[in-house]
């Protein structure tokens, strides 16, 4: 047969460039074989193939090998609120610190009917999430399908937790429905930050940790894992700092229950209380707010006076639709819905209101006085408040200005620079605020260097000021805040803050008797100012707050001497309190932390 003469290959042509002879024409092949030699004479060719032929069997072996240990796993879904399924891992990641284990879940939202293809630790996984109507409703339901591996979870959740390490989150419970709402991820406030006096904070953390560390030992015992705190005394004493610190410190987030929140009843409580996670922190703010009038379990509650209704036998108020019974706050706190593992803070200012069935331990297990400062939480606070200068700066300080030795500057120096500094800010700002511009302290100007001994003098000259137990915390730090930076001007100027607040009181104490003489039910009417305070005390800043510092209703810095006022009986005695958890041996004592306290504080 002739050979057909196959035109010359163009020597330039990009591909098949590198090694055809164009000396002599090609003879075209006659049968397969040659045909293939004919190709393969081509060296790019030959490279084409290998490269396709390869990748064809990698293309067979993936879908054709199952990943080793992989499983394939459905996780469903109910019809979330705001659309966003979350896959939840089942089980603690063991190679969490145990202190930074959280009800947190992961939450993978994939887009629905596409399937993604991931190559996991060298395994190979898709993932699925369709939706499908289910029930008679026609809810949608979300289905996820994973050929999963459980690491890349545990994985995500270590690097979530990684990143919450330093942050606790606030969950309040939604006003209309009854479910939790994030609200926001803080920073962990420390808890050198609290002063108390020495123990209340180790004693409060450490029985914390140690229940936390104890489920078996409640299981073991058949004893309900949770553990509740109650928290009264003074306001802005710190009970709700020192919750947010503990937060931090446990690693858990804090679920906020507002039991005067309008529309609250038995079964809402009931249903956030069971749909807390398992390992956090409720906390009940002013929880004597949803009892104004003092619903116990031998009285009745103002629902029930309204409706006629009369306590049952056993002196439980009855449920009465749409507000909140003691009752129903006592089975949300121990019915079988109530989360395991949980903790829960309660706060309030007026502890002798409580009904003794809600603080009897089981319920509230440790009670915490908080009172107003005494001296030695006076100079902690200044002395946190005003850090020294570090050293570094200071030595380039008195490299710059040899003369300005820090014991040089006692008295004078740059403690009048200070002073002058604002005085100066203090003119521009009062004639500002004569024209209502703006109220409150201005800060400008640099804090004065000083070192630890300088600061611990002014600490011992600012606590030498305040009167024992007569400010609160929250004032204190309201005053200290005026001069933020001006430590100098601080610790002289206490002294006649103490006497101007003085006054202030009472002009205020006068006030009130004038109220009280024009007012037939003067003290009922006080009652109710006390008891509405919740929202109004929540408009009123603490540190725009005067101190006022003996207890004024209204003011949120003071302490409630509402309950010698109002003639409350006097807050029940801690040892008149059951000695006991209900399931505990009589003979475990029941730890008073006001004792221990005082203990620690007392010489
Ligand atoms: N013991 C304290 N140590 C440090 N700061 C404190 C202390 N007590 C109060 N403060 C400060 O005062 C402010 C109010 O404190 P907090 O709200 O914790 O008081 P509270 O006792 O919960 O008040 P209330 O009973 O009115 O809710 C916070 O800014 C806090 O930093």
New binding site residues.
């Given amino acids: 047969m002739d050979a057909i003469p196959v035109p010359l290959v163009n020597a330039t042509a990009p591909a098949m460039n590198a090694t055809i002879s164009t000396d002599e024409p090609l003879a075209f092949p006659t049968n397969i074989s040659s045909f293939i030699a004919f190709l393969y004479s081509f060296s790019a060719l030959r490279d084409w193939v290998k490269l396709i032929v390869v990748g064809g069997l990698f293309e067979v072996a993936k879908f054709s090998i199952p990943p080793g240990n992989t499983r394939d796993m459905q996780i469903t879904t109910d019809v979330p609120r705001g659309n966003s399924p979350a896959v939840v891992l089942e089980g603690e990641d063991e190679n969490v610190n145990e202190f930074y284990k959280s009800s947190r879940k992961i939450a993978y939202l994939p887009s629905v009917f596409l399937t993604y293809s991931l190559w996991y630790k060298r395994r190979w996984m898709t993932i699925t999430r369709t939706q499908q109507q289910a029930g008679i409703y026609g809810d949608k339901e979300n289905v996820l399908h994973i050929s999963i591996l459980t690491e890349l979870l545990q994985e995500a959740r270590r690097f979530y937790m990684a990143g919450q390490e330093h942050n606790m989150c606030i969950y309040v419970a939604d006003s209309s429905a009854n479910h939790w709402n994030h609200v926001a991820c803080r920073a962990k406030?420390s808890m050198h930050?609290?002063?108390?006096e020495p123990g209340i904070k180790d004693i409060l953390l450490e029985d914390a940790r140690d229940f936390l560390r104890g489920k078996s030992w409640y299981a073991e015992r058949g004893i309900p894992f949770r553990r509740g705190y109650l928290?009264h005394?003074?306001?802005?004493?710190?009970?709700?700092?020192?919750?947010?610190c503990m937060a931090g410190e446990l690693g858990l987030d804090v679920y906020i229950i507002s039991l005067s929140r309008a529309g609250i009843d038995d079964a809402t409580l009931s249903e956030l209380v069971n749909g807390l996670p398992e390992r956090c922190i409720a906390l009940m703010?002013?929880i004597d707010a949803a009892f104004t009038h003092g619903v116990s379990r031998g009285g009745m509650s103002d629902s029930s006076e309204d409706s006629g209704k009369t306590p049952s036998k056993s002196g439980e108020v009855a449920s009465t639709a749409g507000k909140l019974s003691l009752s129903g706050l006592l089975n949300a706190l121990d019915g079988v819905g109530a989360q395991e593992g949980r903790i829960l803070f309660a706060?309030?200012?007026k502890y002798s209101a409580l009904d003794p069935a809600l603080c009897r331990p089981g319920r509230m297990d440790l009670h915490i006085e908080?009172k107003n400062?005494s001296k030695f939480?006076a100079r902690?606070?200044f002395e946190?408040f005003y850090l020294p200068t570090p050293v570094s700066e200071r030595e380039e300080q008195e490299k710059k200005e040899p003369c300005a030795k820090e014991e040089e500057r006692k008295g004078s120096g740059n403690e009048d620079d200070s002073v002058e500094s604002h005085n100066v800010t203090k003119t521009v700002f009062e004639q500002n605020a004569e024209r209502g511009l703006f109220t409150g302290v201005a800060h400008t100007g640099r804090a004065p260097i000083l070192g630890p001994a300088r600061i611990a003098e002014l600490a011992d000259r600012f606590a030498d000021a305040i009167p024992e137990r007569e400010c609160?915390?929250?004032?204190?730090?309201?005053f200290l805040m005026s001069y933020k930076t001006r430590p100098v001007e601080a610790a002289h100027e206490a002294a006649a803050w103490v006497a101007k607040e003085r006054v202030a009181r009472e002009t205020e104490r006068e006030k009130e008797k004038e109220r009280g003489k024009g007012n037939k039910k003067g003290e009922e009417k006080y009652d109710i100012v006390e008891e509405n305070t919740k929202d109004q005390?929540a408009a009123v800043p603490?540190?725009s707050t005067p101190c006022n510092c003996e207890k004024v209703p209204r003011c949120?810095?003071c302490g409630g001497a509402l309950a010698e006022k109002i003639n409350l009986p006097l807050p029940p005695s801690p040892v008149s309190k059951p000695a006991s958890p209900p399931g505990l041996p009589q003979e475990l004592p029941l730890l008073n932390v006001t004792n221990v306290a005082d203990a620690f504080a007392s010489p």
Avoid: W, Y
């Fill in positions: 406030r930050s609290i002063v108390l928290l005394g003074a306001p802005g004493s710190g009970k709700t700092s020192m919750i947010h703010e002013d706060t309030t200012n908080f400062s939480q902690e606070l946190r609160s915390m929250a004032s204190l730090q309201g005390k603490h540190s949120r810095s």
